[in-house]
T-cell receptor, first 111, second 111 residues
Framework: SQQGEEDPQALSIQEGENATMNCSYK?????LQWYRQNSGRGLVHLIL?????REKHSGRLRVTLDTSKKSSSLLITASRAADTASYFC???????????FGKGNQVVVIP | KAGVTQTPRYLIKTRGQQVTLSCSPI?????VSWYQQTPGQGLQFLFE???????NKGNFPGRFSGRQFSNSRSEMNVSTLELGDSALYLC??????????FGPGTRLLVL
């Protein structure tokens, strides 16, 4: 299976609720990045967490990284309809910009 | 700063033809990477260029090639198009930090 693989779930939540997505990977990494994609458009970078970091926040986003379990989670708090998108995690295992992406998690936020 | 731009945004070709896609990175960024996104295979790394040199290459046939110019703009070329080459092609640029910034993509349809 692929490096950087999200739990294959589609989330449907009400506006205001929190959304959590998970990602697992198989090899050692330099960093892990989360991206958002709306309707097959370009990827928007959300947050990067380095291998020596355990948690990072950016606005309503919280990312955790557990290198012992080779997993990461993305939490979106107080979701909004505009958060409706596909979310991808991507790992940089070599430090040479070769990102390995997961399959993506589709999140639908119902107004 | 202007973001990553890709041209054209949409393209329709027939089997056997060849196609050239263009990517202009963020000003000052010297690394450009290309990715292919399909419903079946997800996001896959094609290659990465830095200072006009290919630094990394993914697992794609030789029909896929690229180059980078002295102003960091990059092109990728696909020769002898096949139906399976229909995809969203994304390019990403990177500066001195690890984050890769993606363009809006070129959607290629091969008939």
């Amino acid at each position: 299976s692929q490096q950087g693989e999200e739990d294959p779930q589609a989330l449907s939540i009400q506006e205001g609720e929190n959304a959590t997505m998970n990602c697992s990977y198989k090899t050692s990494i330099n960093n892990l990045q989360w991206y958002r994609q709306n309707s097959g458009r370009g990827l928007v970078h959300l947050i990067l967490i380095r291998s020596n970091e355990r948690e990072k926040h950016s606005g309503r986003l919280r990312v955790t990284l557990d290198t012992s379990k080779k997993s990461s989670s993305l939490l979106i708090t107080a979701s909004r309809a505009a958060d409706t998108a596909s979310y991808f995690c991507a790992t940089d295992a070599t430090g040479n910009n070769r990102l390995a992406f997961g399959k993506g998690n589709q999140v639908v936020v119902i107004p | 700063k202007a973001g990553v731009t890709q041209t054209p945004r949409y393209l329709i070709k027939t089997r056997g033809q060849q196609v050239t896609l263009s990517c202009s990175p963020i000003s000052g960024h010297r690394s450009v990477s290309w990715y292919q996104q399909t419903p079946g295979q997800g996001l896959q790394f094609l290659f990465e260029y830095f200072s006009e040199t290919q630094r990394n290459k993914g697992n794609f046939p030789g029909r896929f090639s690229g180059r980078q110019f002295s102003n960091s703009r990059s092109e990728m070329n696909v020769s002898t198009l096949e139906l399976g080459d229909s995809a969203l092609y994304l390019c990403a640029s990177r500066g001195s930090l690890e984050t890769q910034y993606f363009g809006p993509g070129t959607r290629l349809l091969v008939l």
